[in-house]
C-alpha cells in the first residue's frame, strides 16, 4: 500500500541509481516518461538533480508547470519502463497505450503511475540556464510515498520478491535487477 | 586489464547508477571519498553531475585542482568502499591506512584507484554557483577505461562474477549488489 515516507528519508527511495519514470502535467495534458539520469542531491529539504532532454513531451509539460513526479518503477514493470522510454507523448496517450493508471499526488498536478514502489513530489527550482545549457532540473521534493511492502522504516527492505526490486538501466533494452542487500563489515 | 572505453560510451559506465569513488590530488597531495550522487549528464562530450560535499578533504582538493576520476567500485571492495566514506583525508592517509594503490592517470593528475571496474578522469566545468549554492559540480570526462573482465564492447558483460558486480548505497553500511542483467520486450 502507498505510504507517507518521511521528507529526510526521501533521498533514500532513489539513493541507489534505480531507472526512474518521470510524469508531468500541464493544462489538460499529463505524461510519462522513463528516466535513468537522476540522483539525490540533498537530504533536508530534500532535493534531486534529473536530465529530462530538451525533445521530450514530458519536458515541455515539466517547462510549463513547474512540477513532477519521479518514481522508482519495479521489476514487475519492467517491459512497460522500457516501452515509455522508446515513444513520445506527443504522438501517443502512453497511459491508455501501455495500460498505467495514474493517481492523485499530493502535493503537485503531475499524476502519480500506478504500480511502482516510490514516488517523489517535486516542485522545480528555477535555474533556467541550467535547463538550457544541460538539460538539467535541480528539484525540491514537496512529499514522498512508498509502497510499504518494499519500503518501510526509512528503507528499502531486504530480500525483496523479484517483482518488486528496482532496475537499473545499463544499455537499450537491458536493464539490471536488484540482487541481494549486503552490509560492510568495519575496517 | 583495464582497457580504453571509447567516449561515447563513458555514460554507459555509471548508467547503473552505481556508488563511485572519487580521487582528486591537488599540489602534493591526494585522497578519495566515496559518492553516492553520481548521475552521466550528456552522451558526446561525454558530462558528469557529481555532489561533492563542502566539509569533504577531497572537495578542497577538487577545488584547487578543477580535476577528478570517478571510479566504479565492484563487490569484492565493499569493506573498503565503505570505510573510505566514513573518514577523513583531512586526518587519514586512506591509501596507506586502507592497502590502495594509486596508478597514473592519462588526462588529470588525479590518481586512478586499482581494484576498481570502471574510471572516468574529468576536469570540472566552472560553475561556481552550483558548486557554492548545491555542492554540484558538472564534469566533461576526458577519458575513459574499464576492466575489461567486466565491460567490454561498449557495456558491462552480462553474468559477471559477484565480486565484479556493482554496488548501489541503500543506507548507512548496506549496499545492493547487482544481480541479473533482463532484457525487455517489445510491447
Redesign the interface.
Known amino acids: 500500500m502507498r505510504a507517507p515516507v518521511a521528507l529526510e528519508h526521501a533521498y533514500?527511495l532513489i539513493?541507489?541509481?534505480?531507472?526512474t519514470l518521470v510524469s508531468a502535467a500541464h493544462g489538460d495534458k499529463s505524461n510519462l516518461m522513463t528516466v535513468?539520469?537522476?540522483?539525490?542531491?540533498?537530504f533536508t529539504p530534500p532535493?534531486l538533480?534529473i536530465?529530462l532532454s530538451q525533445e521530450s513531451h514530458t519536458r515541455s509539460l515539466v517547462d510549463g508547470s513547474g512540477e513532477l513526479v519521479v518514481q522508482v518503477p519495479p521489476?514487475r514493470m519492467?517491459?512497460?519502463?522500457?516501452?515509455v522510454g522508446n515513444c513520445s507523448g506527443a504522438r501517443v496517450d502512453k497511459w491508455a497505450r501501455?495500460g498505467l493508471a495514474p493517481a492523485k499526488a499530493a502535493r503537485v498536478q503531475a499524476p502519480l503511475v500506478e504500480g511502482c514502489t516510490a514516488w517523489l513530489e517535486c516542485r522545480v527550482l528555477p535555474k533556467p540556464e541550467?535547463a538550457d545549457e544541460?538539460d538539467?532540473f535541480?528539484c525540491e521534493v514537496l512529499a514522498a510515498w512508498a509502497d510499504d511492502e518494499a519500503f518501510a522504516e526509512?528503507?528499502?527492505r531486504e530480500d525483496l520478491p523479484e517483482p518488486l526490486?528496482?532496475?537499473?538501466?545499463?544499455?537499450g533494452?537491458?536493464?539490471?535487477?536488484?540482487?541481494?542487500?549486503?552490509?560492510?563489515?568495519?575496517?
Do not use: E, I, T
Not at 15 to 19: L, T
Not at 36 to 42: F, I, R, V
Not at 165 to 171: F, G, Q, S
Open positions: 533514500r539513493n541507489h541509481g534505480p531507472v535513468a539520469w537522476c540522483m539525490a542531491l540533498d532535493k538533480a536530465v521489476r519492467l517491459d512497460v519502463v522500457d516501452a501501455f541550467l544541460l538539467l535541480v526509512g528503507r528499502w526490486r528496482a532496475l537499473h538501466h545499463v544499455a533494452g537491458s536493464y539490471l535487477v536488484d540482487g541481494k542487500q549486503v552490509r560492510a563489515r568495519r575496517l
